[in-house]
């Protein structure tokens, strides 16, 4: 069988595409969890360095920017990969698999740092653009909030940007596709925790107790009716119960019931109305038990927005480097959350995907311990960074 041809890059940037590998594999073998990535922060330090970048360390606790600046315009362009792993064990079987038990980049930020690091590398040697050019280097993407974190730590006082972008791989997606979709293009992301509280009590005698798993289970039921019944039909919503813990005897009621949900909406509005909801059903239906229901609803990450004129600029720079058969123009919302969001909400920006490859070739879903970043497109995502950053600080 013939080995795949090439997927579309810079030459300059495949000729040193092997040493790129070799540290997107590194960093895939040393898997570091949110706000513990300082031997990736020390090797993207280190490399920036190298090829003239002024560094600043710190922001978000290891978050490391690159800043190079060129001419004497004073546009100011942010381009961000994370860094983060996810803790969970790899069964992959590659030879540069995880080094670390229970640790392994099962979402691709190993690649999204060496691709920006390939970017960085070739900016840096044909020095051809002109303005101020900020390359963002994020913790604790999983969850933890790095981007807000940065933010909070001054990032755009000490690093102002009129725009800001992000990648993420696609597994499924066909590999070096691109796709940007306008507006409202990835889900909020919160967690809700409801405590059923009731009486315990013996299982031969319930009506000396208050049984908080009947209650709870009501709320369970209850809860499905938001999206079918208090969403707009055309507005996407998502509530799902991932744990209920009550208990540990069979012949035991418990006093307490814990559920555990995650919640995603596409729009602001629909994420105030599944809070405002989940809140009055699991109050009103512990009531109907004689049981009370505390409610602790977190916001994590909101809906990632991206801005059209934004999208619009990346989009026509894939049509103008790959042609039409380059992107994929019918993309839907993806309801999976990302901090990036955080960054569009303080400037106009555009978070696009690359496509990781189907089936054997990079089609095993991200969050999986069988899980890979795809090597072959590490060349084109750097050489997107690359067209997208020669194209917003075009020399005049």
């Known amino acids: 069988m013939n080995a795949p041809l090439p997927l579309p890059a810079l030459d300059d940037i495949r000729q040193h595409e092997e040493e790129m590998v070799a540290i997107r594999r590194q960093i895939h073998a040393n898997p570091e969890l949110a706000y513990e990535e300082h031997a990736t922060a020390d090797l993207v330090a280190e490399r920036l360095t190298r090829w003239g970048y002024a560094v600043h360390r710190g922001l978000g606790g290891t978050g490391v920017v690159g800043t190079l600046r060129l ?8 381009l961000r990969a994370d860094m983060d792993a996810l803790p969970i064990r790899e069964t992959s079987g590659k030879p540069w698999a995880s080094k670390v038990f229970g640790k392994m980049h099962a979402c691709g930020h190993d690649g999204h740092t060496a691709m ?27 969850g933890q909030a790095g981007a807000r974190r940065m933010l909070e730590d001054g990032f755009l006082d000490l690093f102002p940007c009129e725009a800001m972008f992000g990648m993420h791989n696609g597994p499924g997606v066909p590999e070096g596709k691109f796709f940007a979709i306008p507006g409202y293009a990835m889900a909020s992301g919160d967690t809700c925790i409801i405590k059923v509280r ?16 009947v209650a709870g289970a009501a709320i369970v039921m209850a809860l499905q009716s938001i999206v079918s019944r208090n969403v707009p039909p055309l507005h996407a919503g998502i509530v799902t119960v991932g744990a209920f813990l009550a208990g540990d005897a069979p012949n035991v009621i418990p006093g307490e019931a814990e559920l555990r949900l995650t919640v995603r909406a596409l729009r602001p509005e629909v994420r105030d109305l599944l ?31 991206n801005d059209p004129a934004m999208t619009e600029l990346c989009k026509q720079v894939i049509r103008d480097w790959l042609g039409a058969d380059g992107l994929i123009e019918d993309a839907e ?11 569009l909400e303080k400037v106009p920006g555009c978070y696009v995907m690359i496509g990781n490859g189907v089936g054997s070739e990079g089609g095993c879903m991200v969050h999986n311990p069988g899980y890979d970043f795809n090597d072959r497109v590490l060349s ?17």
């Open 275 to 305: 809070e405002k909801r989940i809140g009055e059903i699991a109050r009103a239906q512990a009531s109907v038990f004689g049981a009370t229901a505390e409610v602790d609803y977190i916001r994590r990450y909101p809906v990632l927005n």
């Open 333 to 343: 919302p993806v309801t999976a959350s990302e901090d990036f969001a955080f960054f």
């Open 71 to 78: 001419g004497g315009s004073d546009k100011h362009i942010g």
């Open 198 to 213: 009731g009486v315990g009590g013996h299982g031969a005698i319930p009506q000396s107790a208050v049984d908080p798993v």
């Open 380 to 396: 084109t995502g750097a050489s997107y960074w690359v067209h997208l950053a020669e194209s917003y600080l075009r020399k005049t």
């Open 116 to 142: 920006l690091l390939a970017a960085a590398r070739h900016l840096a040697a044909t020095r051809n653009f002109d303005g101020h050019l900020h390359l963002v280097f994020q913790p604790a993407e999983e």
